[in-house]
């Protein structure tokens, strides 16, 4: 666990105690003001004027242990307007003003619960962490890190609705008390997919209570079970040496388990670069799927079908591998020798080796997966395949749910799911219908989805940091879910809080605190479900987890193969459509959150939308563009779409299952022919300003954020195949669509930016290790002389002599000197870096047509280059000249249109001899003693000259007021001081307090999280100070030595760091040297620095990707070969 | 030394040597009186109808344009300009660059022609000056507003505040900001300088007192005597002197805004004369654009004559093909620096997403002025006037191609993104040439817009010697004099 | 106006051309006259000398002017980057070796205050501006900034004779010649 | 033809440029010396809502800074009593003094005029908001209150001290050494030459608090820095 959390308070939540309450700036609005007073009820903090409520970034400050306002320009002094200094009146345990505080949660998922560690100022949460010493710690991805945006999200609901429209609480308790006291009501709750112990005593409890009661689970990406109720197959990458994944996106969209051992098993050194660089310690990743994914992207060999083929690849391996009952399909020789090769490296490993199938493919692949990893020995403890039974009350499904409610056995209908099922449920059920037929129907949730205007009830919910829980990470390790702060919103009930209220004799629901201050009766609940005594309590607190409280394992059920279903291949008028999980909006529950909408999709690209995806030559032939398009061109010209803010997206209009959709169309690489990818969520609501004019529709579903976003594709979801549709038509039509991309060119056009090696001997470059070797050597800097410095970093001898005599550095700090490495080989490329530097630092979005120009401000650039083998090659690596043509012969198609996907994050990467510094002519960038780039934002005055002369283009402009001026409103940025204003609204009590706001007109950039290295140092400094009162002597009499001084080795963490579930970032301090696990990765021959060629010395360097690609592969000897061939 | 004095001396020696031939550079022989008459008639006369036509439109763009576009640009930020965080520096760097590069025909042609005894200056330095003050001001427009808090421009200007942190003299956009406003400076100085004897003249034909009294006070009481016209000489020749190297300098400033960072296509040593080499060529061209007309307008062909206009082809000529020879040697030093970087820069250049603007640039630039090898091309006007607005034009586009085209295509290809200006853009740059018009308008309305002291002064009888000479006359003068009469008969 | 006395600034007379103003110019210089002045519409070569005057020494002026400016740029340069506050900036050092950095500035700040002295320097030289001057009270004499040349022998000069004085200037060929009086403002 | 300008104008530009040159060099040493912070923000006294004096309570009876301000040495910010840490002692110690109405009516329940909100002190300190300064980054270093805040224990009212300006910053950070105090003596207001003997060794040529700041600042390793990035991030 990080060192950052090493001041957890000993005892930090007592039932009563009030350490999370937690003050903000008030939003002007009713609701957050009976917060406040619910909060304090003797006022500590008064608000006085939305005038220093701005987005002033320590504002919290003055708002609470030491809060001022600004009361007015009195003119008590003439020099400058009084403000006030506020305390506490009765000052509350734990809070310290100005420091932050750790608490363990957890946030509930469908996949398993994200353990956290959540940062807390005042008791206002500001950014979520990973809990590290959780055994099912697994970073935190983009949706995690962007979660707690959305407890701050300005649209978030905030009354209790009837029939749409306002409704009093009183009327409520009403409902709520009519439903308790009637036990024989015929009551159906609906639940999301993720597991809470206390939720399934209390369905126990409620079962009992309510004799006709019924309980159903639903979640719009949900995966059937297949292994019997309650049993979870869950994948355990660190025992896996072979992976063939079919269809399966386990590192981000469709969590399978832990994927951090995966990553670390990637790494030819191990995890924290321990050993030497091994091929055999390195897991080797086999892919089957239609259009990239992250994991796809990760393969070492990745075979491009289409889903309705995944499963005759699948049956093949089973077949190969005898598997009982399993024929061999027939295969073209290409997929058949792919698959010999895979099932012989496959049943080499066996034990070792682990088959995932994607939750989205069909039972009939997934059982063939479960046959397979049973006939490998894969399946059970200390298997790379764990069978674990669930706790989980067995529940019914949504066509349940729809045969009960046509049967007439439900009258009221509790939707708790976090889905959205008027929206996202496959339009076959017809649920916005289906519920019609419902008496009564009360919707819990956060947003006004479409749900909420359906039911005739709605309900504010909590967010998961406001309210008690508890919940089951991946492996079933029991975790709680603790408030951070009270529900900012009065009306606001949790899940249990409502379930508590049904079971309750009187029917009273308590919500948010209890009487007297008393905690929530949720608490009490979760405590109850928890037992034990109040040691093993209070740890569960600090900790946030139960130890060793993982499910129990099980035996799969065998339900035997099924019938081969015989889907013809797609072909160019029966295409095949996958429904996907989109990256950024998952379901579409996160339309709302401005992050997630801006960070771009890991693989297309695009922000703020979302568009179908066709491989270029499927695209020709559909006659959508008249060439197959290419991934590099000679000029760097720009394509058929336009680029920047004129880049539009052709629309076409898509046919399946006899509905169709206009919707964008983008190109993209190494996907299936014949295939169409399209991410769901989207189009949820449109107003008047949509970019199409298309009919305003929804528009009270979605806040600012989510309106106009994109296009709704589940219409075109039948239940029967939720994820994919065969047989769509495609037509193209006359419209464009203007989209975003952060993105635009997608080859390294012959720079050896991301670099790949191979495990395998090269016919040019040799062996792993001669390759490893050459790393540093890649593209211009093999031939490029060394760079001689007509300054001489280390200073001058004759003018800076330091006491010996030798010249000084010039970066001088003796204790601390940042740098950081980033492991291209774990590394996926998924945004969860860029999200966490989001919320660490202040970031604001910018819009979609901020994006479009290219005025993102995204401190982290997520580049993701393709990289297509043009030529064979004979024996010693050369190209092939074609003696009659003079041409070079081509590399086969199938690998042609197959591009390797590298991924590569960049950011400031603090070179020591920064070209922004010297062209900056206020000194407004310059060198710190500990080697940052430092940023001096309050002396910027935007010439913007520094961010012409970075060669990494990680500087960030801010064009405009974006922290004041709402981005989202339609030409509201352009209108100055005449737009309308966005401060004091809830979000911007997200801000970071020691992370300065930044105005309008000046540069900002990474600068390594200089507050948390400021923070650790000062930290540290405080030590001596301890050690004297400890030792008991007078501090002259103190030695303080470098130790004293030095923070300890990989105590502090980046945000990016922290984030990434690859554990793909380290970071610390140089002058650890190996024994900072960052030293290390220093040390290793695949440690290069992007664009060394300038001689900028960064700080930040890249370990190259291994690739660890199997010799007997077909393709083995075109993968790894990204930029080894570069000169 | 104006040429009848060489021929003073060749007689005094009695030595015949070869006389060049030189033409008269006022023609039609006339006197000091009709020179004061039609020079202060361009101001005291009524404003033909022409100008009126001129001044006011572009008044009305220049206060639309730059009051109303800066105006909204500074309450509402940089991003109403199409700058992105991939291309910082837009049309706004691209506009200063070319004003700033026309702003240095004027002083260039005061002061180094001055510095080579080439008199025939006399007749065009005087609104090639004001043309340089104007397009400075207009050049300073761009970078003064373009920095994100225009308000805090005063850390540029090393003065001591309590905040104890200087500038940082390192950086080329702090030495542009001391190169720039020194240029303004001394260019306003030469300027007024050479303005004041004229001031003096117009003084003195003033009968209406606010006139008079104005005039008075800026001609400083300027007498003519010639204990002041020999200091005056020599101030005016010292400022020559400091300005031929400061002109020189001031664009090898702005260029290393360019050649001293570390992108691909900017990282050249050739920048600094080759940007020198297209400001005087660029500089060129817009006197031609302004004066060819003026000189229709206000009749003052006989002071700004054939040869005035033939040796600015010629100029422009050598100094274009130097230009295309630094295009060239661009290519060429990137080709042979086998630094891929460097090669892919120029290759975009050519093809890239911008190649029209680079097409542009090379045909403009470098063809159109190659049509002045041919004599019949310099001695028509109409020719001369569509050459010089294509390298206006050219020159332009020559700043696009260096700043945009390689900031949207520089080291790391995900972060490429081509630039489109906004509205904003292309208000204040039409807002720029309004203003320039309307200054100049001005100018012709209320100041000498032609060095008439000077003019005198080249007239072969202001030599004091000449009429020593009567009886040698110089053949050349007379056939050239003959000559130039007939072309310009011919012409009108 | 009762209160003005008139007081006779000195004669002035025209030539007819700049030959002429040159040759009487020599005359006058040769008579010993030393509070004289010729005017004329442009500056005339070689007036100097037939005038007996030396050559100006404003530059001079301009030297020094243009080393303060040098000395100016350096100093601030280098007590700000070097002295009060180094910063490191893309790995230089600062130190001397910094120096070759400021060059651009030292530059221009010569050229600068070179031109600064050059323009008051000869303002003071040449003591203007003076709006007032006897002179412009002639008839005649706003001729001097057209196409007349002109001589003017003041009266402060000891040679100076009402009589002599004119006869002097009509036998070195001046036409039009004039006593010109200054209004004395009492 | 005659002069339009009277004769006493040609003295008129020289003494314009007289005027003007002494108006200019008036403004600039004027702003020079009144719109800087040594004069803006030096001597700021609002009148509090209650007139606490720190002289009663640190000069006559002794109370250590971090009584009240508890925090100063753990958390970057130093925080400003709560309400609570009054009454503890005022709830009887003159309980009843006038001056403590505000007091009561925020902590007091028997008050008729109780209201339970907090006391609204008027900030005199206040550093921008981009400004990052940490009290126990220097408390714990041996750098006083008293090097910042000026003899606080003499002040009956509370006034800024010191300008609190970047070059004022600055100047500690580049000489600590003047600074510089043994840890025991950060909160002592009376640290002066007296004490330094108590921390050398008899005959040790340290004399002065400055000589014994530089032995420290050698001991510490105190070596402040100046770069952009320790205050501003």
């Not at chain 3, 404003?58 to 740029?73: K, Q």
Request: glycine residues 8%; proline residues 6%.
């Amino acid at each position: 666990m990080s060192k950052r959390i090493q001041h957890h308070p000993e005892a930090p939540a007592d039932e009563s105690t009030v350490s999370w309450r937690s003050t903000g700036q008030l939003e002007d609005s009713s609701q957050f003001r009976s917060w406040l007073e619910r909060e304090f009820p003797r006022g500590a903090a008064e608000m006085a004027n939305q005038q220093e409520v701005e987005t002033s970034r320590r504002s919290f400050m003055k708002l609470m242990g030491a809060s001022s306002a600004l009361a007015g320009f009195g003119m008590t002094s003439c020099r400058r307007p009084e403000s006030y200094i506020v305390p506490y009146t009765k000052s509350p345990e734990w809070v310290i003003p100005g420091k932050a505080t750790y608490y363990a949660s957890t946030m509930p998922r469908a996949a398993g619960a994200v353990p956290l560690v959540v940062t807390t100022f005042e008791g206002r949460p500001t950014k979520l962490a990973p809990n590290t010493l959780h055994p099912d710690a697994d970073g935190t991805d983009a949706f995690a890190q962007a979660s707690i945006l959305n407890l701050y999200a300005p649209n978030r609901s905030k009354t209790i609705l009837k029939g749409k429209k306002k409704a009093k609480r009183a009327e409520l308790d009403a409902l709520i008390a009519g439903l308790a006291a009637d036990s024989s009501a015929k009551i159906g709750f609906v639940f999301g997919a993720d597991l809470s112990p206390t939720r399934s005593r209390l369905v126990g409890e409620l079962g009992k209570k309510f004799s006709a009661a019924k309980f159903y689970s639903y979640e719009a990406l949900q995966a059937e079970d297949i292994a019997g109720d309650g049993v979870k197959l869950v994948a355990d990458f660190s025992k896996a040496d072979r992976i063939l994944a079919l269809d399966s996106d386990f590192t981000s969209t469709d969590p399978q388990g832990p994927v951090t051992p995966f990553f670390d098993r990637r790494k030819p050194e191990g995890k924290g670069y321990t050993k030497k660089a091994d091929a055999d310690g390195m897991n080797r990743l086999y892919a089957v799927e239609a259009a990239y994914s992250l994991t796809g992207g990760m393969a070492d060999h990745r075979l491009r079908v289409a889903p309705s083929q995944v499963e005759t690849i699948a049956r093949a391996v089973a077949a190969k591998l005898k598997v009982p009952g399993a024929s061999a399909p027939k295969l073209d020789a290409n997929h058949q020798n792919w698959v010999d090769v895979l099932a012989k490296d496959l049943q080499d490993h066996a034990g070792r080796s682990l088959v995932i199938a994607g939750s989205r493919q069909s039972k009939a692949v997934r059982g063939l997966a479960l046959a397979i990893n049973r006939t490998l020995g894969s399946l059970g403890a200390g298997k790379p395949m764990l069978a674990l039974q669930s706790d989980a009350a067995v529940m019914g499904c949504i066509a349940d749910l729809k045969a009960d409610i046509e049967a007439g056995a439900i009258d009221t209908l509790l939707l708790l799911t976090p889905s959205n099922p008027v929206f996202d449920a496959p339009a076959d059920f017809d649920f916005g219908g289906l519920l019609g037929k419902v008496k009564t129907s009360i919707h819990l949730g956060e947003r006004t989805d479409a749900t909420a205007h359906a039911a005739t009830w709605h309900i504010p919910a909590t967010h998961y940091l406001e309210s008690w829980s508890d919940a089951r990470s991946a492996r079933g390790t029991y975790s709680v879910v603790q408030p951070m702060i009270l529900p900012l919103y009065a009306d606001c009930v949790s899940e249990l809080e409502l379930l508590l209220a049904l079971l309750d004799k009187q029917g009273k629901l308590l919500n948010g605190e209890g009487p007297e201050g008393a905690a929530s009766p949720a608490h009490d609940a979760v405590r109850k479900t928890f037992g034990g005594d109040q040691t093993a309590w209070k740890k569960l607190l600090r900790d946030g987890f139960q130890a060793d409280s993982s499910f129990a394992a099980a035996t799969p059920s065998d339900m035997g193969l099924p019938a081969p279903s015989d889907v013809k291949a797609p072909g160019k008028d029966s295409l095949e459509v996958i429904f996907a999980t989109d990256a950024s909006i998952l379901d579409g529950r996160y339309i709302d959150n401005g992050w997630l909408q801006e960070a771009p999709d890991p693989i297309s690209k695009i922000t703020w939308d979302n568009a179908a995806l066709i491989a270029p030559k499927t695209a020709k032939a559909l006659g959508i563009y008249d060439e197959v398009l290419k991934l590099e061109t000679t000029f760097a010209t720009v394509g058929p779409d336009g680029e920047g803010q004129k880049r539009t997206a052709p629309l076409i209009k898509l046919t399946v299952h006899g509905k169709s959709l206009v919707v964008p169309v983008m190109i993209s690489f190494g996907q299936a022919e014949n295939t169409i990818i399209i991410p769901v969520g989207y189009g949820q609501g449109i107003n008047h300003e949509d970019d199409l004019g298309r009919e305003p529709v929804n528009e009270s579903h979605v806040g600012l954020v989510g309106v106009n976003r994109g296009f709704n594709v589940y219409p075109l979801r039948k239940s029967e195949t939720p994820y994919f549709a065969t047989g769509a038509k495609v037509e193209l039509t006359k419209g464009r669509y203007p989209v975003a991309l952060t993105q635009e060119h997608h080859a390294m056009y012959g720079r050896a930016l991301a670099r790949e090696v191979s495990t395998m001997p090269d016919a040019r470059k040799g062996s792993f290790d001669a390759q490893l070797e050459e790393v540093s050597k890649q593209g211009v800097d093999s031939h490029v002389p060394p760079n001689v410095y007509l300054y001489k970093p280390e200073g001058s001898s004759t003018w800076d002599p330091g006491k010996d005599g030798k010249a000084q550095p010039l970066i001088n700090d003796p204790l601390h000197q940042w740098g950081m490495a980033i492991d291209l080989t774990s590394c996926m490329g998924c945004s969860a870096c860029t999200i966490a530097c989001q919320a660490e630092n202040n970031i604001p979005i910018v819009g979609k047509e901020q994006v479009a120009m290219g005025r993102e401000m995204h401190w982290i650039r997520m580049d993701r280059y393709y990289a297509a083998q043009k030529y064979a090659r004979d024996d010693h690596g050369q190209k092939i000249k074609d003696k009659k043509t003079g041409d070079y012969k081509k590399a086969p198609e199938w690998v042609q249109d197959n591009p390797a996907m590298v991924p590569q994050p960049v950011a400031c990467v603090q070179c020591e001899s920064a070209p922004c510094e010297t062209v900056c002519p206020v000194n407004a960038t310059v060198h710190t003693e500990d080697g940052l780039n430092a940023m001096a934002y309050n002396r910027c005055i935007g010439t913007r000259y520094c961010a012409n002369n970075c060669p990494y283009k990680a500087r960030r402009f801010n064009f405009f007021d974006y922290n004041k001026r709402n981005p989202l409103i339609k030409h509201n940025l352009n209108r100055g001081p005449l737009g309308k204003k966005d401060v004091g609204g809830p979000d911007h009590l997200q801000k970071n307090p020691n992370v300065t706001v930044r105005m309008r007109g000046v540069m900002e950039k990474c600068t390594y999280c200089v507050q948390r290295l400021k923070d650790a140092v000062i930290r540290q400094k405080r030590g001596q100070k301890q050690e004297a009162l400890v030792a008991g002597k007078a501090s002259t009499d103190m030695e303080v030595n470098t130790d004293t001084l030095r923070i300890p080795v990989d105590s502090v963490k980046a945000a990016c760091q922290e984030a990434c579930p690859a554990g793909a970032i380290s970071f610390g301090n140089l002058k650890d040297g190996k024994k900072s696990e960052m030293g290390r990765a220093k040390e290793l021959k695949r440690n290069y620095d992007l664009l060394n060629y300038i001689g900028t010395r960064p700080r930040t360097s890249y370990l190259a990707r291994v690739k660890n690609p199997n010799p007997e592969m077909p393709d083995a000897k075109f993968i790894g070969k990204a930029t080894i061939n570069m000169a | 030394m104006s040429s009848t004095s060489e021929t003073a001396q060749d007689n005094v020696s009695d030595v015949k040597l070869p006389v060049l031939k030189r033409e008269k550079l006022v023609l039609e022989g006339r006197s000091y009186h009709w020179i004061t008459e039609r020079i202060c008639g361009v101001l005291e006369n009524r404003q033909p109808l022409l100008w009126w036509m001129l001044f006011l439109p572009s008044a009305l763009i220049a206060m639309i344009g730059v009051g109303g576009g800066l105006f909204h640009l500074v309450s509402t930020g940089v991003g109403v300009w199409g700058n992105t965080n991939r291309v910082m520096w837009g049309w706004p760097i691209v506009n200063f660059v070319f004003w700033i590069g026309i702003g240095h025909a004027g002083t260039l042609i005061s002061a180094i022609l001055f510095l080579t005894r080439q008199n025939w200056r006399t007749s065009i330095n005087r609104a090639a000056e004001a043309m340089t003050i104007f397009a400075v001001m207009c050049a300073g427009i761009f970078p003064a507003f373009h920095v994100g808090r225009v308000w805090f421009a005063w850390f540029l200007a090393p003065v001591p505040n309590a905040n104890a942190i200087w500038q940082n003299f390192k950086s080329p956009l702090l030495w542009d900001v001391f190169a720039v406003s020194t240029y303004f400076t001394i260019s306003l100085i030469f300027w007024y300088l050479g303005m004041v004897p004229d001031l003096a003249t117009i003084r003195d034909r003033c009968k209406n007192g606010l006139r008079k009294v104005l005039y008075g006070i800026f001609s400083l009481g300027w007498r003519g005597g010639n204990r002041q016209w020999s200091h005056y000489e020599m101030a005016y020749l010292l400022l020559a002197a400091l300005s031929t190297p400061l002109v020189l300098s001031v664009h090898s400033v702005v260029s290393f805004d360019f050649a001293t960072s570390v992108v691909p296509g900017w990282h050249t040593t050739i920048f600094p004369p080759y940007f020198v080499a297209g400001a005087i060529f660029g500089g060129f061209a817009m006197v031609l654009t302004i004066m060819i007309p003026a000189r229709f307008v206000y009749g003052l062909q006989d002071l700004i004559t054939m040869k005035h206009i033939d040796n600015m082809a010629k100029i422009i000529l050598l100094t274009g093909t130097i230009v295309g020879y630094a295009y060239l040697m661009e290519l060429f030093v990137a080709f042979y620096s086998g630094a891929l970087y460097e090669m892919n820069a120029f290759k975009f250049r050519i093809a890239g997403p911008y190649w029209w603007a680079y097409a542009a640039m090379m045909s403009l630039n470098v063809l159109s002025p190659q049509i002045f090898w041919f004599k019949k091309c310099r001695e028509n006007l109409w020719v001369v006037m569509a050459v010089a607005m294509c390298v206006n034009v050219g020159m332009w586009f020559e700043r696009f191609v260096i700043i945009v085209t390689t900031l949207a295509r520089m080291w790391l290809p995900g972060d490429w993104k081509t630039y489109s200006p906004s509205g904003q853009d292309q208000l204040l740059f039409v807002g720029t040439i309004g203003m320039f018009l309307a200054l100049f308008m001005l100018f012709m309305r209320f100041l000498p817009c032609i060095n008439i002291a000077e003019v005198k002064w080249t007239k072969v009888e202001s030599d004091p010697h000449y009429e020593d000479n009567e009886s040698h006359a110089d053949d050349g003068v007379v056939v050239e004099e003959a000559y130039q009469k007939e072309l310009h008969d011919t012409k009108s | 106006m009762s209160t003005t006395r008139k007081r006779v600034y000195g004669y002035l007379a025209e030539f007819k051309s700049a030959s002429a103003l040159f040759k009487a110019a020599e005359k006058v210089r040769d008579a010993g006259v030393k509070k004289w002045d010729c005017y004329s519409p442009y500056p005339i070569h070689g007036l100097d000398g037939a005038m007996g005057m030396k050559r100006s020494i404003l530059p001079w002026f301009v030297f020094f002017g243009g080393i303060t400016g040098t000395i100016t740029a350096f100093t601030l340069a280098y007590t700000t980057q070097v002295v009060i506050y180094p910063t490191i900036v893309q790995a230089k050092p600062s130190n001397i070796f910094t120096v070759p950095a400021f060059f651009p500035v030292m530059f221009e700040l010569t050229i600068l205050f070179s031109g600064f002295t050059v323009l008051f320097g000869l303002l003071a030289l040449i003591q203007l501006p003076r709006l007032n001057h006897p002179l412009f009270a002639s008839r005649q004499f706003h001729r001097a900034t057209d196409d007349a040349f002109f001589i003017a022998i003041e009266a402060r000069d000891g040679s100076f004779d009402t009589q002599a004085t004119k006869q002097f200037l009509e036998e070195i060929g001046g036409d039009n010649i004039e006593l010109v009086e200054e209004e004395d403002q009492g | 033809m005659a002069n339009i300008f009277p004769r006493w104008t040609n003295l008129l530009p020289l003494k314009i440029a007289v005027c003007i040159g002494t108006t200019v060099a008036g403004i600039a040493l004027a702003f020079s010396y009144y719109a800087t912070p040594k004069t803006l923000r030096v001597g700021y006294q609002p009148s509090q809502p209650i007139p606490f004096s720190h002289k009663i309570h640190v000069d006559q009876l002794g109370l250590d800074c971090r009584y009240c301000h508890s925090f100063v040495d753990v958390a970057g910010h130093s925080n400003v009593p709560t309400g609570n840490t009054c009454w503890n002692c005022h709830q009887h110690v003159q309980r009843d003094s006038p001056k403590l109405e505000p007091l009561h009516r925020s902590m007091n329940d028997q008050h008729p005029h109780y209201d339970g909100k907090p006391i609204e002190w008027v900030r005199i300190h206040k550093s921008p908001d981009y400004v990052y300064f940490n009290h126990s980054a220097h408390v714990n270093r041996g750098i006083s209150c008293q090097s910042c805040h000026g003899d606080v224990n003499q002040m009956e009212v509370v006034y800024q001290a010191e300008s609190h300006s970047m070059g004022w910053c600055l100047d500690c950070h580049r000489a600590p050494e003047k600074h510089l105090r043994p840890l025991e003596e950060v909160f002592n207001f009376d640290y002066g030459d007296k004490d330094v003997a108590r921390y050398v060794a008899e005959g040790s040529a340290v004399k002065t608090t400055e000589d014994l700041g530089k032995k420290l600042k050698e001991q510490f390793k105190v070596s402040p820095k100046t770069s952009c990035a320790t205050c501003h991030h």
